[in-house]
């Protein structure tokens, strides 16, 4: 699958977590910060998914070159701030309802709080993971009684 898609090859050296953040964006620039989740999360970055863009921001992004200050939002008592860099930007097909992918590299961020969010990632991770299985299981026990 490597050889056919190349633009598909994974980069990253470190493992990415499937997690969902709230995330606020400061763009250089913009007036109003901007608001989205992250898809995934791993020691050197993070994944953002918006639904909306202001065209400031937008325009923004599309130049590139960018380091944004971005807010995450890990708990209640506790967020977590980093510079990051706009490694990649886009706009989704329909694949993703027309929202907006952002890829972010760490530039600055603070260790414990990097552990803190990777944490919370990990975390969801697993409860994810769990809630699969549970429902496979539920699934298979389901058709065994319907074809019994």
């Given at each position: ?17 499937v ?16 608001h ?36 995450i ?76």
């Amino acid at each position: 699958m490597k050889d056919e898609f190349p633009e598909f090859e994974e980069k990253r050296k470190s493992v990415r977590l499937v997690g969902s953040l709230e995330v606020d964006l400061l763009i250089p620039g913009v007036a109003k910060t901007q608001h989205g989740y992250t898809y995934d999360i791993n020691n050197e970055g993070i994944g953002v998914e918006a639904d909306y863009l202001d065209k400031e921001a937008l325009d923004a992004l599309d130049k590139g070159n960018l380091s944004v200050e971005v807010t995450i939002h890990s708990s209640h008592q506790k967020d977590v701030r980093a510079l990051c860099q706009v490694i990649w930007f886009q706009k989704d097909d329909e694949l993703t309802e027309e929202k907006y992918l952002i890829g972010f590299r760490f530039k600055e961020i603070d260790p414990a709080e990097l552990k803190l969010i990777l944490s919370k990632a990990r975390s969801q991770t697993k409860w994810l993971g769990i809630v699969v299985v549970s429902l496979f299981i539920l699934l298979l026990i389901f058709l065994a009684y319907i074809l019994s």
